[in-house]
């Protein structure tokens, strides 16, 4: 069966240091994969998504970054962050070419401070 | 371009009670249809889904919904709630193909003794 491991669960760093959050998704080849972003009390915002290597399409302009150095895994990267990229970010992959179901991380919640 | 309106931000009703959460979206063709829960600090999980035949679908913990294309609603029910049951809940809309799925903002639901 399919699963999808995302880490850290937790993170606290400075307003400037840089981010570093990983996804991986086993079972399953050629997924798509996607970070969503929510603030608190807020919606899921869609911040990037990857139909393949190399094919990653950014939603938000913003200081955040997205990677896939590998075909199941998806990374979320900022160089300096900033105190409104505090939230709770949740990865997530669907089958290329299907009904766009996603399957979802447990996320990780982030404090700038 | 698809959308989802969730007309309710925050729901409470009382445990045992009956309760119904409205999802309305827009989209030329006959979309794919999804219902998230989302515990407090937890990934999504998805309840249920509808991609064609029967307009009624069961989904886990008791949920159904009914997508009835006139309204172009896909409203989400349970006949007795539990207060387990108290979650945000998230609407999608998707097609076919690579297109992320397209979220309503989510209605919260509490529930009271």
């Known amino acids: 069966s399919q699963t999808i491991h995302q880490w850290p669960a937790t993170l606290v760093q400075p307003v400037g240091s840089p981010l570093s959050l990983e996804c991986t998704v086993e079972?399953?080849?050629?997924?798509?994969l996607y970070w969503y972003r929510q603030a608190a009390g807020r919606g899921l915002q869609l911040l990037f998504y990857?139909?393949?290597?190399?094919?990653i399409s950014s939603e938000v302009p913003q200081n955040l970054s997205a990677s896939r150095p590998q075909d199941r895994q998806f990374i979320l990267s900022s160089k300096k962050l900033l105190l409104s990229d505090s939230g709770f970010y949740l990865c997530?992959?669907?089958?290329?070419?299907?009904?766009?179901?996603?399957?979802f991380g447990e996320g990780s919640r982030l404090t700038v401070l | 371009a698809q959308s989802v309106t969730q007309p309710d931000i925050h729901i409470t009703v009382s445990e045992g009670a009956s309760l119904e959460l409205r999802c309305n979206y827009s989209?030329?063709?006959?979309?794919?249809l999804f219902w998230y829960v989302q515990s407090p600090g937890q990934g999504l999980q998805l309840l249920l889904k509808y991609f064609s035949g029967d307009t009624l679908v069961q989904g886990i913990k008791g949920f159904e919904a009914e997508f009835k294309r006139s309204q172009s609603s896909f409203n989400l029910r349970k006949p007795s709630v539990h207060w387990s049951d108290a979650a945000e809940y998230f609407c999608?809309?998707?097609?076919?193909?690579?297109?992320?799925?397209?979220f309503g903002k989510g209605t919260r639901l509490s529930v009271i003794a």
């Open positions: 079972g399953t080849s050629n997924p798509n």
């Open positions: 990857s139909i393949g290597i190399d094919q």
């Open positions: 997530a992959w669907s089958v290329a070419g299907g009904t766009g179901e996603l399957f």
């Open positions: 989209y030329g063709a006959t979309p794919y």
């Open positions: 999608a809309v998707g097609t076919s193909g690579n297109t992320p799925l397209v």
